[in-house]
Each structure stands twice: as structure tokens, then as C-alpha cells.
């Protein structure tokens, strides 16, 4: 299968794994010896099975696959960004995050687009089979909340937009430091 960064273009759709910010938000937790109503659970897992499964049903629709662990989704988007010279578009409604991670990362003021993850991949993929590759994901007990999260755009180069649920607009720039120290 031949992925990589210059099999990425305009109208690719972006796909997230799974919920995001976890595994950072348990690693956290434990660290700091913090509560949270519900515990939250690291989302470590391997992704061989699912990979090698969507590669062969789709091939060569599949441009790049990355995992999202240090810096979290935000940098995996702004790297592909900037070495690709293209721009990114994502939709904050459409971006899994289980409600006790969200709420923990709202309590320790952390975007949670930062947070390290060890079970999601983010997939650029052809617009024609996002959709197919979103209905596999989630058959696999891992990828059952897989999601398209935006798209890439000849639009605002080398940047990433999040587009909130309330309309406004950010960049999401790159993680400067570590929002979490490194954790394996």
C-alpha cells in the first residue's frame, strides 16, 4: 500500500479512530492522584488488524495514516499541514470525545485536541470512501465511535481551522512544549 504525505490532497476526508484524549487524561489522572466522578480509562490498543483490514478493502483511496499519540490529534494535523502546504478544516460536533474525558480536560484546562492518545489513528482518506471507512472502523470494538472530522482544503495553507459548535472559527496551531510530560 503506498501511503505517505504527497498521496495527500484537497477534498481528502479526515477520519479519527476513536474518542480522543484518553489515555493523556488517565495517565493524568493517576499521576496527579486525581478523582473525576467516573473513572477514565486509557484507550490503548493495537490497530494492526483494523489497519490491514481497511488497506485491503480500500488501497490506494487510503493517502496517510498516523498515529495521534504525543501532541494529539492537533499536531498530527498541523505536521500534515504544514509538510504537505494544504490546509485543514475540522468540525468540533463531529470529534469523539467520551463526556468524562471532555470533562476532565475542561477542569484541568486542557484542549483535548492536545492530549496524547495510544488507540486513535487519524486516516486521510478519498472523500468517495470515507463514509465505507467510518462503517468499518466501527465494527471493530475500538473504532465504534470512528468519525470524519473534517476535510483538507487548498484554503488557508499550512493552517488548521476548528470550526465550534456555536459557529465561531479558531487556528489550532502547534503544540508549543508539552501539555502532558512524556508519558512512555
Request: charged share 20%.
Amino acid at each position: 500500500m503506498d501511503i505517505g504525505l504527497s498521496r495527500v490532497v484537497a477534498g481528502d476526508k479526515i477520519i479519527a479512530s476513536g474518542p480522543i484524549a484518553a489515555h493523556g487524561m488517565a495517565i493524568m489522572s493517576v499521576r496527579q492522584g486525581l478523582e473525576f466522578e467516573s473513572s477514565i480509562v486509557s484507550d490503548t490498543c493495537h490497530f494492526n488488524d483494523i489497519v490491514r483490514d481497511i488497506a485491503s478493502r480500500f488501497g490506494s483511496k487510503i493517502h496517510l495514516l498516523r498515529d495521534a499519540t504525543r501532541g494529539g490529534i492537533a499536531s498530527v494535523l498541523n505536521e500534515v499541514a504544514r509538510d504537505t502546504q494544504l490546509g485543514m478544516e475540522i468540525f468540533e460536533k463531529d470529534i469523539p470525545v467520551f463526556e468524562n474525558v471532555a470533562g476532565a480536560c475542561e477542569l484541568l484546562g486542557m484542549d483535548p485536541l492536545y492530549v496524547a492518545n495510544e488507540g486513535v489513528f487519524v486516516a486521510f482518506v478519498a472523500e468517495e470512501i470515507a463514509d465505507e471507512t467510518v462503517k468499518l472502523l466501527r465494527t471493530w470494538e475500538n473504532g465504534n465511535h470512528a468519525s470524519v472530522i473534517g476535510f483538507v482544503t487548498p484554503q488557508h495553507p499550512k493552517q488548521v481551522i476548528h470550526n465550534s459548535i456555536i459557529g465561531g472559527k479558531r487556528v489550532v496551531n502547534m503544540l508549543t512544549g508539552e501539555q502532558l510530560p512524556r508519558i512512555c
